[in-house]
């Protein structure tokens, strides 16, 4: 159910997000830079919030309550975007629709945490991203689909786009049950701000392959301006969008299940490895086929990578502190993606995009070194709390029999 929240959310965040960077610099005039500063201070927004949204889940042992306040400001903020018509209007739409995902981000994380047992975490967490992939490839084809039959008509896309969110905000708040788990959470001591310190040294590492990889990757509005850059109709750019995110949603859940049985380590190398081949596809990219196997490389690394990050983050931090180990998470790579987008768009308006591209590769191949050199840190941590394959499977077993 909460694959199907994210899902119908995602449907209509992204049938907006594949036409906001066009419509601001071709309707509204705004420059690259411009660009790449709202969506850098979007996302951070969002990762920031959930950082608070995340302790106050924990403090409260319940995450039903925050994660349907979270959806509930997304999709009351919806109507903003067709009405806006200054940029400043966008800007605040966009901070507003972010602040909403950041409060149900971490405590919604945190859920998934509650309810998977660990040796199926991987598969959950990639099920649960699956999900919201599609979701994130619906939302650019239903606008292309939508514009043009419109006409190119932003605003009348921009209002088909509230009646899903709406949708998902109706599931969450009726169709999600609260875990026992985490009710029970809440009879015990309440977390203090002290208690950040138990989170052990192969959490903060896997924030810090995390933030590296994020200032390697930027806001996914450049690929929808490269598209356009390298000569795609503006009705038809949002393809570059449905196409990376079929493969993010094939590949997430595959990924998911292949770390649970093999490791989490050589499916992150090989995700992060494939970053580096989308960059320089992007970086160079001349014709339209170029740029689409960079975006298909890009969308098989977020499958591979996006889901399981957050996996490592359930893997590594105690029970009772998810929510706040998933806002901090969140809070480090907020704060890397405003950067990148903003350096991103700057070296796009001084340089061009290839350069903005090659940078990404060069962060990428940072990380790659970064997680060679710390991966024994957690891969230690990852073992001792999902032991071995077949015990996990035999308790797994065990503990579905028992909760029917």
């Known amino acids: 159910m909460l694959g199907l929240v994210s899902m119908f959310m995602d449907l209509s965040s992204e049938m907006i997000h594949a036409l906001l960077p066009v419509y601001l610099v071709t309707v509204l005039g705004a420059s690259t830079l411009t660009v790449g500063f709202i969506e850098g201070l979007a996302e951070a927004t969002a990762m920031i919030t959930k950082i608070f949204s995340g302790v106050l889940s924990d403090w409260l042992g319940r995450r039903k309550l925050l994660a349907a306040i979270g959806y509930g400001l997304a999709a009351a903020t919806k109507p903003i975007f067709p009405l806006a018509d200054t940029i400043g209007w966008v800007v605040t739409a966009r901070f507003l629709d972010r602040a909403g995902k950041g409060i149900r981000g971490a405590p919604r994380d945190a859920l998934v945490a509650d309810l998977a047992p660990a040796p199926l975490r991987g598969a959950s967490f990639g099920l649960r991203q699956s999900l919201d992939t599609i979701g994130a490839f619906i939302g650019p084809l239903a606008a292309i689909g939508l514009m043009l039959l419109t006409g190119d008509n932003y605003a009348v896309v921009f209002w088909i786009a509230v009646v899903p969110a709406f949708i998902a905000l109706g599931l969450m708040v009726f169709g999600v049950e609260e875990p026992d788990r985490a009710i029970a959470a809440g009879t015990t001591s309440k977390p203090r701000f002290g208690d950040v310190w138990r989170l052990s040294g192969p959490f903060w590492a896997v924030v810090v392959v995390a933030v590296v990889l994020t200032l390697a990757r930027f806001s996914e509005a450049f690929l929808v301006l490269r598209a356009q850059n390298v000569g795609l109709a503006v009705a038809i750019v949002p393809a570059v969008m449905v196409v990376m995110n079929i493969v993010y949603a094939l590949a997430a859940y595959p990924a998911g299940v292949l770390s649970d049985r093999f490791g989490r380590q050589g499916v992150l190398i090989s995700g992060i490895a494939v970053l580096i081949g989308a960059d320089l596809f992007l970086a160079f990219a001349t014709s339209v086929s170029v740029l689409m196997l960079g975006v298909v490389l890009w969308g098989l690394h977020m499958g591979l990578t996006q889901g399981l990050l957050a996996t490592l983050v359930a893997d590594t931090a105690p029970p009772d502190l998810r929510g706040t180990a998933f806002g901090l998470f969140n809070l480090a790579s907020g704060l890397a993606m405003l950067v990148a987008s903003v350096v991103a768009g700057a070296l796009w308006d001084v340089y061009g995009p290839a350069a903005t591209f090659l940078a990404g590769a060069a962060f990428t191949a940072i ?4 997680l060679l050199v ?31």
Do not use: I, Y
């Open 367 to 370: 990380a790659f070194v970064g």
């Open 374 to 404: 710390v991966q024994k840190q957690f891969s230690r941590s990852v073992r001792m709390d999902l032991a071995s394959p077949m015990e996990h499977r035999n308790t797994a077993d065990g503990g579905a029999h028992g909760r029917e």
